[in-house]
């Protein structure tokens, strides 16, 4: 009964630990994703600014 329940406590830690490390892993992709296009965003605007300062 005791490797019976190391066991399922293994798979329980396991399937934890997996599905933590995945959403984790997709928290940094949209933060990832969503900070260079607020980079990118930023920076068109200012071109922008610049080329109608000019004018």
């Known amino acids: ?3 019976m329940s190391q066991l399922f406590w293994g798979v329980t830690v396991g399937a934890l ?4 490390s995945t959403l984790a892993k997709g928290l940094a992709l949209i933060l ?5 296009g607020w980079y990118s965003l ?8 610049r080329i109608e300062r000019k004018n």
Request: overall charge positive.
């Open 1 to 3: 009964m005791a490797i």
């Open 32 to 36: 990832g994703v969503g900070g260079v």
């Open 17 to 20: 630990s997996a599905a933590f």
């Open 42 to 49: 930023r920076r068109r605007r200012e071109k922008r600014a």
